[in-house]
């Protein structure tokens, strides 16, 4: 069954920047969409970013839009979130997550298939 691992959260200054990954198996993902959704204590789940695993489009929320870029690596299964200016208020967990065929690439919090275990991002002042 697909299996999604996400590793690389830690803690880091404001104005820091970390790279979590994902490591994708159990499927070829050639028609997925693959995202990353984020929770911080007391809040809802909500969307980070997504990219197209086919053509690499991706799309982004507002309030990551330009500090924030997700990639893929083919040849490793792998998502990328490389989050620069970090801010405390991006700290949270941050789940990747995968859709099936989708017909879009925005992903909302009901669109997934398929979810990692999360990893925490904490960021200090």
């Known amino acids: 069954q697909v299996q999604l691992v996400e590793s690389g959260g830690g803690l880091v200054q404001a104005g820091g920047s970390l790279r979590p990954s994902c490591v994708a198996s159990g499927d070829t993902f050639t028609r997925y969409v693959m995202g990353w959704f984020r929770q911080a204590p007391g809040k809802e789940r909500e969307f980070v970013a997504a990219?197209?695993?086919?053509?690499?489009?991706?799309y982004y929320s507002d309030s990551v839009k330009g500090r924030f870029t997700i990639s893929r690596d083919t040849a490793k299964n792998t998502v990328h979130l490389q989050m620069n200016s970090l801010k405390p208020e991006d700290a949270a967990v941050y789940y990747c997550?995968?859709?099936?065929?989708?017909?879009?690439?925005?992903?909302?919090?009901?669109?997934?298939?398929?979810w990692g275990q999360g990893t925490q991002v904490t960021v200090s002042l």
């Open positions: 997550a995968a859709q099936r065929s989708p017909a879009t690439v925005v992903l909302t919090t009901t669109s997934p298939d398929y």
């Open positions: 990219i197209s695993w086919s053509d690499r489009s991706t």
